[in-house]
C-alpha cells in the first residue's frame, strides 16, 4: 500500500482491447486513398520541382529566379490576402448585423446571402462577367449615364470581385454563428462601464469574434490562393499564380516548373494555414 | 434595441452585400431566357437556348450527376468509418490523420490535379475513364463529409452509446451498424448534401483530369463561357443553378438544424 | 435472478502516460449483494467498476472473476453484464421498447418471447405507457427508468450502475433510489453502484467500499462505516464529524479542549463524534462552550459551539430554543465516540 495512486481524474480509453483492431478496420480505407493519391502523388510533385527543365535549371530554381514568377507570386498573395481583409470586413459588418437583429425577412436575407455558399469558381467568373464585362451591367449603365463603358470584369479588380462573392457567404456563416455565442452581458459590462458603441465594438465585440475571424479568414486566404476556376473564366492574361501554372504545364509542357511553381503555392498556403491557427489558438479552424 | 440611424445604415449595407449577391445571378437567368442580351428583355424571352445547351451538353449534366453520386457514396464508405475511428481514437495520432484529411482542400485544387496526372497520368485506361476524375473529387470533398459526421457523433456521445450495446452483447460490427451509423444519421445527409454540391461544381482539379470523353458539367460550362455566346453561357448557368440551387437550400435546411441541436 | 459472486485479484490500472488510477486491489463481492463504491472523482471508483465490465483491462497480473469464470480476458460483450450510464446512453434511433429490446435482439431472442419480456420489463419499471414513444420525448427520470429496463432485460449476471442518479434533479434523484432500491431487492442480482453521493450509498448499499486515491480505505456495511471509519478520510468524507484533539489522559477520561471525554484506551491522540451524538444539557455537561451561531435546517438545529483552542463543535440539537451568540452551554456526548489515528 506504499506506491501512492496519483490523484488526476481518471480519463478512461473506452473498450481499449477492441480499439486497435476496430480502429484499423475503419480508418484503413480513408488511409489508403489519401495515401495513394494524395500523398504519394504529392511527393512525386515535390521531386518533380526538383527535376531540371529544358534549359537545365531544377524548377524551384527557375522559379525562385524568375522576376516573372515571383512577382505573380506576390501578386497571388497581394490579392488573396486582399480579398481575405475586404471580405473579413464586409462579412463581419453584415453578419454581425444579421445575428443581432431580428426584423422581418431576415432568414430569407440570410438564406438568399449564403446560398451561394458552394458555386464554383467558374459560374462565379461567368458572374463577374455579366456585372463588369464588355455587354455587363456597368457597361451598359455606364453607356447609359456618361457614354463611357466601364469594364473590369477582365482586370485584377475582376478576380477581386469574384474571390470576394464567393468568400463572403462562407464568412457571413460563420460570423453570425460565431455573434450569437459572444456572452452579451461582457457587452453590457462595457456599456455600463461607459463605452462608446465603437468601444464596445473595439474591446469587446472584435477580440471576441477574433478566432472566427481568423480561420474563416485562413480558409478565404487559402481558397483565394488556389481559386483557378475563376481567373480562368476571367481570362488567361492575369499574371496570378494558377493560371501561370496552367500555362507552363499546359501550352509549354514545362512540367517541372509547373510542379515548383505549385508546391511552391502550396507551402505559401499552408505556412499562412498554420500561422492564422496559431494565431487562433489550437483546434479552431475546424469551423 | 431601438432602431437608431445606425441600424439603417447596417440594413442597407447588408442588403447592398446582398445585392452584390444576387444581382449578377438574376441577370444570368434573365440573359439565359432572353432572345438577344444585347438588345434587351424587349427583343423576347425564349427557351431556345436552354434547349440548344441541353441538346449540345445533356450528356456533361448526366456525367456530373453519376460522378457527384459516386463520389457521395465513396466519401460514405470511406469516411464514415474514418470519422468514427478518428472520434474513438481521439488522440495526437487521430488529430494529425484530420489535418491529413483537410489538406487537400487547403492545397489549391490543379496543384493536386497536377500531381495525380503526374503519377497516374500514364495509366490510359485510368486517364481516360471518369474515375480519374472519380479520384480527385473524392480527395477534394471527404474531409466535408468527415467533418460534420464527427461533429454529430461528438455530440451524440458515441464512445458512451456503443459501450451500452457493447454491454449489452453487441459485437463491433454490430454496433457500428445498428448504433453508430443510425445515430451519426444527420452528420451524414448534411454531408453527403454538401459532398454531391460541391462534386457537382468542382473545376480546379477537374479542368486538369478531363479529356474530351469525360467532360463535366463546369468543365462544359467553361468551355462555353469561352467560346459560345453570353446566352448560351446564361442558359447553361441556368440549368447549373436548377440543378445545385435545390441542393444548396437542403444543405441549409440540414445545417440549420443541425446547428440547433435537432439531431433527428 | 440469482446473484453471482465477483472477486478482483490483485487487480491495478495505469493508463497511457503512466498515471496509477488503480493501486493493486482484491475485492470479493458477495452474490446477489449490492456493492456501492463510494468516493471523490478520481479516487478510482469508476475504473474498478468498468473493470468489472470489461470496459477497461486490468494491468498484467490483475484477474476478474464471475463465479468460478476468469472473465479477465473476455470482452464485454460476452461477460452477460448489465450496465446504466451516467447519461443514459439510450439510442435514439430506437423508440423505448426497441431499446429494452436491444440486448434481446443481440442475442437471438425469438420476436415473440422477446415482446413478452420487453412487455414485462416496462411493467416492471412503470413505463407500459411508454413503449412506442421517441427517447427524445422522455424525462430525465423516465430515460434512466427506460435504460434500467434495458439493462436488466436480458437478465444479466451482474448489474452494474455508474452513478444512474448523478443527472437527475433531487427530487427525482430520491423517488428513482427507492425505484432502484426495490428492484435490487427483488431481484437478487449481484449490483455494484457507483456514487461519490454518501446518502445513496448509504441508503443503497448492503456494504459500501470507500474508495481514496486508487486504493480501498474501507469496506464495511453502512453502519461500520458511519460509526467506525477505518481513517479519517473515511471519517470526513461521510457525514459531519467533530474532531478533539486529545490534551491528555487522566483516569479514564481523555482531556481535550473545552472539557472531558470518556475514554480509556491512553493512546488515542484524536476522538471523534458525529453532531447528532451531542447533547446539549442544562448543567453538568462534560464540554463547555460558547456559542458561535445557529442554524435552522428543519428536523434539528444546527448549533456551532466554540470550545477554546481555535476548535469548533456541530451540535444538532432536537429542541428549537432561541440561543444567542456568546451564549455558553454545556453538552454531553449520547453516541459513539470513537478514536482515530491523527
Known sequence: MSDLAMTLPVRPTPLRRRVPLAIVVTLAPALIVLTAFWLLPLAQLITLGADADRSGTPGYLVVVSSPAYMQGLLQTVALAAGTTLATLVIAGIAGCFLARHAFAGRSLLVALMTFPLAFPGVVVGFLIILLGGRQGLFASISTALTGDRWIFAYSLFGLFLGYLYFSIPRVILTVMAACETLDRSLEEAARSLGASHWGVVRDVIVPGLMPALISSGAICFATAMGAFGTAFTLGTRLSVTPIAIYDTFTNFANFAVAAALSVLLGVVTWLVLMLARYLAGPRSLST | MKRTGLFTLQLAFTLLVCAFMLVPIVLSVMAGLTRNYFQGIESGLTFDWVIQVWTAYAPTVWLSLQLALACALCCVVIGVPAAYALVRLDNRLSRAVEELLVLPVAMPGFATALALLLTYGHYSGFRSSAGFILVGHVLFTLPFLVRPVMAVMQRSHLPVLEEAAASLGAGPARRFFGIVVPNARAGILAGTLMVITLSLGEFNLTWMLHTPLTKTLPVGLADSYASARLEVGSAYTLIFLMLIVPLLVALQVVSNRLSRGALR | ?342
Not at chain 3, 431481484?187 to 461519490?196: C, E, N
Not at chain 3, 488515542?268 to 451524538?277: D, K
Not at chain 3, 481555535?310 to 478514536?339: C, K
Open chain 3, 1 to 342: 435472478m440469482t446473484g453471482t459472486a465477483i472477486r478482483l485479484r490483485q487487480c491495478a490500472k495505469t493508463f497511457q502516460g503512466g498515471q496509477t488510477a488503480l493501486s493493486p486491489i482484491d475485492l470479493d463481492v458477495r452474490p446477489g449483494e449490492t456493492l456501492v463504491f463510494l468516493g471523490p472523482s478520481g479516487c478510482g471508483k469508476t475504473t474498478t467498476l468498468r473493470l468489472i465490465a470489461g470496459l477497461e483491462t486490468p494491468d498484467a497480473g490483475g484477474r476478474i472473476l464471475f463465479g468460478d469464470d476468469d472473465v479477465t480476458d473476455v470482452p464485454i460483450e460476452k461477460r452477460g453484464v448489465g450496465m446504466v450510464f451516467q447519461s443514459y446512453a439510450l439510442f435514439s434511433n430506437l423508440d423505448v421498447a426497441g431499446n429494452v429490446a436491444y440486448g434481446l435482439k443481440v442475442r437471438g431472442m425469438p420476436k415473440a418471447e422477446r415482446a413478452t419480456r420487453v412487455a414485462e420489463m416496462l411493467e416492471l419499471m412503470h413505463l407500459q405507457d411508454f413503449a412506442d414513444r421517441s427517447i427524445h420525448a422522455l424525462s430525465g427520470g423516465q430515460r434512466q427508468r427506460v435504460a434500467l429496463a434495458r439493462a436488466l432485460a436480458a437478465r444479466p449476471r451482474i448489474l452494474l450502475l455508474d452513478e444512474p442518479l448523478a443527472a437527475l434533479d433531487a427530487q427525482l434523484r430520491e423517488q428513482l433510489r427507492v425505484d432502484i432500491d426495490r428492484l435490487l431487492r427483488t431481484l437478487h442480482i449481484t449490483a455494484i453502484y457507483v456514487t461519490h453521493d454518501q446518502a445513496e450509498a448509504m441508503a443503497l448499499g448492503d456494504r459500501i467500499v470507500v474508495m481514496e486515491n486508487g486504493r480501498i480505505a474501507q469496506i464495511g456495511t453502512p453502519q461500520d462505516i458511519y460509526q467506525r471509519p477505518a481513517n479519517a478520510f473515511v471519517a470526513g468524507f461521510i457525514g459531519n464529524l467533530n474532531r478533539f484533539d486529545v490534551l491528555a489522559h487522566e483516569q479514564g477520561r481523555a482531556r481535550v479542549a473545552g472539557g472531558w471525554l470518556p475514554w480509556n484506551d491512553t493512546s488515542a491522540t484524536v476522538l471523534c463524534c458525529r453532531p447528532e451524538h451531542l447533547e446539549i444539557v442544562h448543567a453538568n455537561g462534560a464540554l463547555q462552550g460558547q456559542v458561535l451561531g445557529q442554524f435552522f435546517q428543519g428536523a434539528h438545529t444546527r448549533v456551532l459551539v466554540d470550545i477554546g483552542n481555535g476548535r469548533q463543535l456541530l451540535v444538532d440539537s432536537r429542541d428549537d430554543r432561541l440561543r444567542q451568540r456568546g451564549d455558553l452551554i454545556e453538552m454531553n456526548v449520547t453516541g459513539p465516540l470513537f478514536a482515530l489515528a491523527a
